[in-house]
């Protein structure tokens, strides 16, 4: 007995950042956008909480419990005095450590896999909170579509999305941790008074319209000029996306995937060609927009 599940990988549309907090978090304005790349996530019955991973890049990711799939299992029997005795095997596909929420779409995946193995029904609140706790973008997985991310970014709030966006993502050689570019985004804005993050209206309504122009002028990522100071060579590969005709480019998230906003597939395809043939990226991935959230696909 098994259930799978299948989670997407995400980028964010606008990435408004405040200053820090006292807990060390930023608020955040984070308006995410769920993409067609995706990890899947299989649980079954086992004598202890085993972890294996496969895919290209299966050996960039933790096998203990420090990966999110293994802690949202713990938390999920913790929260029903049940012992964590499962399998998980993650299907990776989303970039490790790219700023694409990878790690979060497998604790998301683990949790909905584990709720259905061990027929717990547990409501969307219940789940939700347990996303919460593993990480600010871990709701997010859950939900899909896309939505606006308050607070650390875990608090959302659905969006509607009238029409569907293609995009290439360049995934860069090695990844970025989360917290060191949080890090430099306060070393570069030392001094500085950063603004409360606020969604931005246009953005919003080039959602709801499915207006790809609107949303090109309109995307922004807070995090980019951090992302770019700690590895200055994202910007040749931004520069190639928008030699080949995509709308907008932008790093995603904290990086170092860069994510290209184009017209349609055939863009999409001449865009990803022009970063394959550039050197200036590991792959290039082609993927479409709005994604739906973690759902069981077998099981
Ligand atoms: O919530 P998550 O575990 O994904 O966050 C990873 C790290 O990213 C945090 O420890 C913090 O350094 C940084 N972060 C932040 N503000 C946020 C979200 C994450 O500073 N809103």
């Not at 007995?1 to 299948?6: G, L, Y």
């Not at 978090?25 to 790349?37: Q, T």
């Not at 609107?214 to 040749?236: E, F, K, M, T, W």
Request: with cysteine; aromatic share 4%; charged share 15%.
């Amino acid at each position: 007995m098994s259930v799978t599940v299948r989670v997407p990988a995400k980028v964010n549309v606008q990435l408004a950042v405040g200053g820090a907090r006292p807990d060390g978090f930023h608020d955040l304005a984070n308006v995410f956008l769920a993409v067609g790349l995706h990890d899947e996530v299989t649980v079954r019955p086992a004598p202890s909480l085993t972890l294996t991973c496969s895919g290209p890049d299966a050996g960039q990711v933790p096998l203990d419990r420090t990966n999110l799939a293994a802690r949202a299992a713990e938390l999920l029997a913790a929260r029903h005095g049940i012992s964590p005795d499962v399998h998980i095997h993650i299907d990776k596909d989303i970039p490790v450590a790219g700023g694409m929420a990878g790690g979060s779409a497998d604790g998301a995946g683990a949790l909905l896999a584990c709720d259905a193995l061990w027929g717990l029904g547990s409501s969307r609140e219940e789940l939700l909170s347990i996303c919460a706790e593993l990480g600010s973008d871990v709701p997010f997985s859950l939900v899909g579509g896309a939505a606006l991310g308050t607070g650390r970014g875990e608090r959302l709030t659905e969006l509607e999305v009238g029409g569907s966006f293609s995009w290439v993502f360049a995934v860069a050689d090695g990844g970025l941790s989360t917290p060191a570019v949080y890090g430099e985004f306060d070393r570069l804005n030392e001094g500085v008074s950063v603004p409360d993050p606020v969604a931005s209206p246009p953005l919003l309504d080039a959602l709801r319209t499915g207006d790809v122009l609107a949303l090109a002028d309109a995307v922004s990522n807070d995090l980019q000029p951090a992302a770019l100071s700690l590895r200055p060579s994202l910007a040749d590969t931004l520069a190639v996306g928008t030699a080949a005709g995509a709308l907008a480019a932008l790093v995603s998230g904290s990086g170092p995937t860069t994510a290209f906003l184009v017209k349609d597939e055939d863009a999409a395809e001449t865009v990803a060609s022009a970063l394959r043939a550039s050197g200036t990226c590991r792959a290039a991935r082609v993927a479409g927009a709005p994604a739906v959230g973690a759902r069981v696909v077998a099981g």
